[in-house]
């Protein structure tokens, strides 16, 4: 333990200087949160949180977004004491700081903080419109990404055969195939071309712990931001508020983040299991997983809800 502490002593102390020698910024406290990200106290008093970037480019995006949008909901990046925008040991990280936001994460189990991801997102996606910035990541439609997630999806089949899952991972499978591939059929690849060509951004990861919450809501890191149809982000939102609305279609519409014209391609690209599979991958790639056999039941009882709302979405559709 004391040789822990004297490790933990030693990286604080090794970051103090750097942030002091590279952004003249002096600390008189220093806890790591997660992977590359610092709670950061300055001898001022002033809370930031230092983060570390792999992607230089993805980093000078949010920069410039940041620059140019004015929006209350959202927590951006600050320069350092002696100016810089980031600062770097020349090599992988790129490190930035942002102003500490005290309160609590979101919890979507309750409607009230549902409301308030839904009003917040709206407020900041309609300050994030007419923004264009040089140093734009451009990534794949959506619906391509989910596709890439189900072909490493279908490399774990033989985790289902051995649990004697193999009608779920079928269903899973071919199911989500045939969804993925109604969904292309809608336009949006030019939809976001025109989103670039305006300036329409998303957020990119509306998960519950990226709201925080005390007198006001703000919206944090923003490492996925994306100049794309704003409905993305909403796709997304469907999918994380399913479970807590007994994956009812109506209950979801009644949130009214869609016009009339886009609910089939919503409710459609909602109901594709992607996030399942997310959490799926995520699971299998802790060290060791434990307790495989109650995760495929839990999946299937999702599965089971999530088809309910296809058959409920299907109906309303019509």
Do not use: C
């Not at 990226?210 to 909403?234: K, R, V």
Request: net charge positive; charged share 30%.
């Amino acid at each position: 333990m004391s040789y822990e502490l004297r490790r933990d002593d030693n990286r604080n102390n090794r970051l103090s200087s750097f942030l002091l020698w590279e952004g003249n910024l002096e600390t008189s406290k220093i806890h790591p949160i997660k992977r590359n990200v610092y709670f950061i106290e300055e001898n001022t008093g002033r809370k930031l949180i230092l983060k570390g970037h792999s992607n230089e480019i993805n980093m000078k995006q949010q920069w410039e977004f940041f620059e140019s949008i004015r929006s209350k909901e959202i927590v951006p990046f600050l320069r350092f004491p002696n100016g810089k925008k980031e600062i770097t040991t020349g090599t992988n990280y790129f490190w930035t700081i942002s102003p500490y936001v005290s309160g609590r994460k979101l919890n979507y189990k309750y409607q009230e903080d549902r409301k308030r991801a839904i009003d917040t997102l709206k407020k900041f996606h309609q300050k994030a419109q007419e923004i264009h910035v040089k140093n734009m990541v451009r990534k794949q439609l959506f619906y391509k990404r989910w596709t890439i997630r189900l072909n490493k999806f279908k490399e774990t089949e033989h985790i289902f055969y051995k649990y004697r899952f193999e009608k779920l991972f079928n269903d899973i499978t071919s199911t989500m195939s045939q969804y993925i591939d109604i969904v292309s059929r809608y336009p949006w690849f030019q939809e976001q071309l025109d989103a670039e060509r305006k300036g329409i951004w998303v957020h990119g990861d509306v998960a519950s712990h990226n709201f925080i919450q005390n007198e006001h809501t703000f919206i944090i890191d923003f490492d996925l931001l994306q100049s794309t149809s704003q409905i993305y982000d909403y796709i997304q939102l469907g999918q994380r508020f399913l479970p807590f609305i007994d994956w009812d279609a109506e209950k979801l519409l009644a949130y009214n983040v869609v016009t009339d014209v886009d609910v089939e391609k919503y409710l459609l690209s909602v109901f594709i299991p992607s996030d399942l599979l997310r959490e799926w991958l995520h699971f299998l790639n802790r060290s060791i997983p434990n307790n495989l056999y109650t995760y495929l039941q839990s999946l299937e009882e999702e599965w089971i809800k999530r088809k309910k709302f296809l058959n409920m979405s299907k109906i309303m559709v019509k």
